[in-house]
């Protein structure tokens, strides 16, 4: 498998399971988008419309978002939001 191919299989696994968070965070006016995965496996997210300026979105990130990441896509080495 090249490079490309296994960067593209991990991005897919990232969005796969960004949308098993969606729904909980679109019931509370939210949302999440990829913005990116780093060389070093880092993805790298944009929270979005209630979410952004929610004073929980810190917590949401670690143990909403982050946890099932790191559940379904064990190789990711941590979680961060970009703006």
């Given at each position: 498998?090249?490079?490309?191919?296994?960067?593209?299989?991990?991005?897919?696994?990232?969005?796969?399971?960004?949308?098993?968070?969606?729904?909980?965070?679109?019931?509370d006016?939210?949302?999440?988008?990829?913005?990116?995965?780093?060389?070093?496996?880092?993805?790298?997210?944009?929270?979005?419309?209630a979410?952004r300026?929610?004073?929980m979105?810190?917590?949401t990130?670690a143990?909403?978002?982050?946890?099932?990441?790191r559940?379904?896509?064990?190789?990711?080495?941590d979680?961060r939001?970009?703006?």
């Amino acid at each position: 498998m090249s490079e490309q191919d296994s960067r593209q299989e991990l991005l897919d696994k990232v969005e796969a399971a960004l949308a098993m968070v969606r729904p909980s965070l679109e019931a509370d006016g939210g949302g999440v988008e990829l913005a990116g995965v780093t060389d070093d496996k880092v993805v790298e997210v944009r929270l979005q419309g209630a979410c952004r300026g929610c004073p929980m979105a810190q917590m949401t990130l670690a143990m909403g978002i982050g946890r099932v990441l790191r559940q379904e896509v064990p190789e990711i080495t941590d979680v961060r939001a970009v703006n």
